[in-house]
Structures are given as C-alpha cells and as structure tokens.
C-alpha cells in the first residue's frame, strides 16, 4: 500500500512538471508570434535555423557572424528576435544605430546576467566588464582617469619600448625565415604594454614569457568548454580552472600588496590626474580612506571583498586590454597582405607625417606623440579591419515593460530576453557600407562616405560602458603600424581559401579562407593563431 502511495505521488508530480513545461512552452512560444524574426517553428522555435546558419560556417564561429547570415538571409532590419528555448536565452538582436543608441546611449541598459555567467570562470565575479551597479559605477569610476587621451599621450613611451623588442623579434624571424603565430607574438607585445600601463612595469611576456599571460589565454580555452554539451569536458575543465585561477590570484594579490606597502610606507595617494598606474588609481580610494597625509596611518589591509574586487579586474583588464587588441593586429598584417596598394599608402603617409627614417620618426613621435592624429589613412585603416572584423558583442536586460522603436514601431525587450547589439550585422550591411566586404580604408577618408562610415561603425558601442581601453587601443595600433610597415611584409601561410564563399554577405574567405572568420572566446578573436612568415625590406 506504502508503494501504491509513494508511485501515485510521484506520476502526481510527474504529471503537474508535464503539464507546467507544457503551458511555459506554450506561452513562452505565443511570446514571438507578431514579431519580426526569421521563419518561427512553434516546436523548435529558431534552433533549427540557428542551426543551419552555424552549419554554413566553420565550427566554433562567434554567435555574432551566425546573427548576420540570418539577418541577411531573411532580410531582417533594425530588430528582430530569435527564440532559443529551451536551448538558451532568447534574444533580441538589434541592427541599426538609432535603435541601438536607445539601448546603449538613451536607456543605458544593465548586463544581461548571462555575461557574467560567462565571465565568471574566466576572470572571475564582479568583473568590469559583466557587472551592475554599485560594483560597476566603483570600478568604472576608478580606472577612467588612465584611459584620458592626456594620459594616453603619456604612454606613447611604453608602447614605442615595448615595440623595440617587438622589432628585435621580427628581426630574428626575418633573418630564420621560421613560420610563426602572429596571434601569440602580437598577443605578447600587447600584454606587455598593458602590463606596465596596469602594475607600472612589464611581466616581459616577450622576453622570457610571462607565466600571467599563459594562464590568462588558458581560461580563454576553458571558456569554449563552457559552451560544450560534454559533461565530462566540463567537468575535467573545472579543475584545470581552479588552479588557474589560484595561480593568477596569487600572482595578482602579490603586486596588489606589494604597491600597497610602498604607498603607504611612503605616505603617497595617487592623484587621479596623473596615475602612475591603473592599479594606484584602484587603490587610491582605499588610501584616501586611511587618510595617510594627514595622520600617517600604515595600513596595508584591504578587506577580503575589496581585494576580490581588484584581483577580479586587474585581471580582466590584463585579458581584455591585450585580447582584443593584439586580435585586431593580426587581422590588419592578414589584410594588408594582400593589399599592396594600402601598404604603399601608408608607407607614405609615415614618411611624410613623420620622418624617411625610423630613428627620425621615433624622436618625433617621442617629443611630438600628437602628431598620431595627422594618421589620417592609418587610422582609416585600422577603422576599416574593425568593421569587417568587430570584437564581438555585450547582452543587455531590460525592465519590465520596456520596448525600443524602430519605424515609428514598438518592440517589447523585457521578459528576461537577451537584448544584443549585433555590430557586425551593421557593418555587413551594403545599406550602410557599400561593398561591406571589400576592405577599402577610403570609405573613412573620402569626404563623400566618411562622416557616414565613422557615424555608423559601433566595433567600440557608445554611452557609458563603451569600451573604455578604445582610445587607447587605437593609439597602440598607430603606433605599431608605424614601426613595422616601412620596414616589413607580412605573409599569412598555408592559406587554403575556399573555392566558394560559406556566406552570402563576405566573399573575404575566397582569398583567406576559414581564418577570416572569427571564433568565439572572450570576444570575438583570432583563429588558428594567423600563421604568418615576415621578410625584412626597409632600412632603419
């Protein structure tokens, strides 16, 4: 009888989760229709179409290039929705600047809590990069001050060192004529960069390698096996991320401390005017708490939460001030490869901004680092590899009720949808840039297109959690470019393009093949490591 009792009860409860999956499914499914979207399945929703659309394109493509064949394919503009559940979050994908400007600039939408799930177990809770509110506005309001085009001025010495060694480098490759990956090379001499700009010293990725950035790529790798359906994978991949993590936070934490005691020790509060490094600045509003100048209080314990909080973003700002950066280097050495035509503008354009001679150059880019902004065509350059190749996207949540407007239309963005802002869909439309998938630098200096081009291209977004390092990302860039495209050409190797483009809006893959599509890692990043080879032409 006890059985009888213990089986009834439980086909009671079976019944009541069928019967509750069913009603969800039912509503969650009637919550689309009217909408504009592609072909809706009301079994499958759009996990078929999305489907297909990954199936075009190589594997482990970022969902941003899959959102773009969709919207191409079915002639999607400015919103439309995709319904993943169960699967995943339904989202909706906005396209066009007006709209995206209510989101980003007008509203001023919080992170989805899907970004931090993604961002946790790479660098960790409370990252500057997922997180809301008070941690957000405490993080954000502390580092802004080194990301000033003022201060950025004053690093044009970091990265004018740091790509002395990088040249050495080229050098040696050049004279070996060995095969190398661009993605790592370039990803050192970023790292190092942003190190000395975070801690105020280098980590000498370039030099004898930096154990730092190792482990910082490591949770990259570990973040595909997030997105696995393989339980074991993800299972092995906690561990292996767990002693990532502890050796990153001790690493981290020692030069946390170690600052510390020298400010202290010295009675020093950094002014935020002029930060000797981003960590002084995340420090300074502990120090200013203790007072130091004016009664000499020695304290060098940050609280438990408080030092999470700085372990958390000095590391993502390691990662994500390299990432994106060094990612965005190896697609202007790719393009510029096969554009003879740029190189010998740009050549130029250094010459005559500058100086014939690298020497010549850098004692004027050195006392003179304003003269970046006469870089008309390089900037150009470096804008037009950023549109063909974004850095991926933020997802945004939305509060009950609210809708965006697109043609004089409302569209709900509530119920817990994902709210994307899908860069390369724009990017890729001929309506907004004609001939998308032709890199053409001129489309940002032609006074015809430019003001066009440049109003319309988000790589970066806008309002308030626009990418902060992007200043100083382009900077970085000019700088690079300035160094090595005079006095080396670059060669992507063991190309194997396509004979027939995977996607109807880029035929970029008919000259690069799968390489020019980018993979999902922290943003949107580099694939296959961009093998390349590096022959010496200039003179110094």
């Not at 394109?57 to 941003?64: E, T």
């Not at 899907?114 to 993080?139: H, Q, R, T, Y």
């Not at 007072?291 to 372990?311: A, Q």
């Not at 996607?503 to 580099?526: M, N, P, R, Y």
């Amino acid at each position: 009888m006890v059985l009888g009792m213990v089986a009834g009860a439980l086909s009671a409860l079976a019944i009541a989760f069928i019967l509750n999956f069913c009603v969800n499914f039912y509503n969650h499914r009637r919550w689309f229709r009217g909408l504009p979207q592609p072909p809706h399945s009301f079994l499958w929703g759009h996990l078929k179409i999305m489907g297909e659309a990954a199936a075009a394109a190589p594997p482990d493509c970022h969902p941003q290039v899959y959102l773009t064949s969709i919207a191409q394919k079915y002639k999607l503009k400015g919103v439309f929705y995709i319904d993943l559940w169960p699967i995943s979050t339904p989202m909706v994908v906005l396209i066009d600047p007006a709209v995206m400007t209510q989101v980003q600039v007008t509203q001023v939408l919080p992170m989805h809590p899907m970004s931090e799930d993604f961002m946790k177990p790479i660098v960790g809770p409370d990252n500057i990069a997922s997180s809301n509110g008070a941690v957000w506005k405490l993080v954000h309001n502390s580092i802004t001050p080194a990301f000033s085009w003022s201060h950025i001025r004053n690093l044009s010495a970091v990265v004018i060192d740091e790509c002395d060694t990088f040249r050495s480098r080229l050098d040696m490759l050049a004279e070996t004529e060995k095969t190398f990956s661009m993605e790592t090379v370039g990803s050192q001499l970023i790292f190092d960069v942003i190190a000395r700009i975070v801690y105020s010293f280098s980590l000498n990725a370039q030099g004898t390698g930096s154990q730092d950035l190792e482990d910082l790529r490591g949770m990259v790798k570990l973040a595909h096996v997030q997105l696995s359906w393989n339980p074991i994978a993800k299972f092995k991949a906690i561990f292996s991320r767990r002693a990532l993590h502890r050796r990153l936070g001790v690493s981290v934490s020692t030069q946390i401390q170690q600052r510390l005691k020298v400010l202290t020790d010295d009675q020093i509060v950094p002014h935020r005017k002029n930060p000797h490094s981003i960590l002084d600045l995340m420090l300074r509003e502990h120090l200013e708490q203790e007072d130091l100048v004016g009664n000499k209080k020695n304290s060098t314990e940050l609280s438990p939460e408080y030092m999470k909080i700085l372990i958390t973003n000095i590391k993502a700002l390691l990662l994500g001030g390299q990432g994106t950066t060094s990612d965005t280097l190896c697609y202007i050495y790719m393009l510029l490869s096969k554009s003879p035509e740029v190189v010998a503008k740009l050549r130029e354009e250094h010459t005559r901004v500058f100086a014939p001679s690298f020497n010549e150059t850098i004692d004027i880019l050195q006392t003179k680092p304003s003269k970046l902004d006469e870089l008309d065509y390089t900037t150009a350059v470096i804008r037009e590899t950023l549109r063909l190749f974004p850095i991926g996207f933020g997802v945004r949540q939305a509060a009950d009720g609210a809708t965006v407007a697109w043609n004089s239309t409302k569209y709900p963005i509530d119920n817990g949808i994902a709210v994307v802002s899908n860069a390369h869909s724009l990017h890729y439309d001929p309506e907004y840039f004609p001939s998308a998938s032709t890199f053409n630098p001129e489309r940002f200096i032609d006074p015809a297109t430019a003001v066009h081009a440049k109003n319309n291209m988000w790589t970066f977004y806008r309002g308030p959690r626009a990418c902060l390092g992007q200043n100083l990302a382009v900077d970085e860039l000019r700088i690079i470019l300035l160094e090595t495209i005079r006095d080396y050409e670059f060669e992507c190797v063991n190309l194997q393009p396509n004979e027939k483009q995977k996607v109807a809006w880029s035929d970029l893959d008919e000259t690069f093949g799968d390489i020019c599509f980018q993979k999902i890692g922290l943003g949107a990043q580099v694939r296959d490591g961009m093998i390349m080879r590096v022959k010496k032409v200039g003179t110094n």
